[in-house]
């Protein structure tokens, strides 16, 4: 007498499919990463210039309303204006009654914005000091340069012109 075959003889994966199977997942997974580390990378560079672009955009509303103007710097403690044109620690905006090409941030000076760069992005400035005035006057124009650490991307800019106004262009080169 035979015994009859029940369905569940032949159902599921064996072994050796399921490891298959998993191995051609897994080759799958790694030959993406390169793609995945190359956009991640792009993104911050991308988020890291929206944010200088939007404390640019607030630095020319009150500027245009203020008598004093204001000035946007890099600073690693957030406090003062360093002497370099690596913002890659920071920046500030503050406003600023000081009209020498070196501004000092005094006590009596508010900090009206802080930024600080996404993780592994370099950001470098053609200005060591952005100044932001009514509209009767001209305002620092300058180029921002962020670029990832690794050089994986392209390097992206945010132009600033005349009259503060920001704007995006990709780098013609990868470096900063």
């Not at 580390?37 to 955009?57: C, E, G, P």
């Not at 941030?105 to 802080?114: F, K």
């Not at 509209?135 to 392209?154: H, I, K, M, Q």
Request: charged fraction near 20%.
């Amino acid at each position: 007498m035979r015994c009859p075959k029940t369905i569940h003889a032949q159902a599921g994966f064996s072994l050796f499919e399921l490891l298959l199977v998993a191995a051609i997942a897994g080759l799958l997974a790694l030959s993406a990463m390169p793609s995945l580390s190359r956009w991640q990378a792009n993104q911050r560079a991308h988020t890291t210039l929206v944010a200088l672009a939007d404390d640019i955009a607030h630095a020319r509303r009150v500027s245009n309303s203020a008598a004093s103007g204001l000035v946007l710097c890099p600073s690693a403690n957030g406090d003062q204006c360093d002497r370099t044109r690596d913002y890659s620690g920071g920046w500030i905006v503050f406003r600023v009654a000081d009209t020498s090409n070196t501004p000092t941030r005094d006590l009596r000076e508010p900090v009206l914005s802080r930024g600080v760069p996404a993780a592994g992005v370099r950001l470098i400035a053609n200005r060591t000091v952005f100044r932001f005035t009514n509209a009767t006057r001209r305002s620092t124009n300058g180029t921002f340069t962020a670029c990832d650490g690794a050089g994986r991307v392209v390097a992206k800019r945010l132009v600033v012109s005349y009259s503060g106004r920001a704007r995006f262009a990709t780098a013609a080169d990868s470096s900063c």
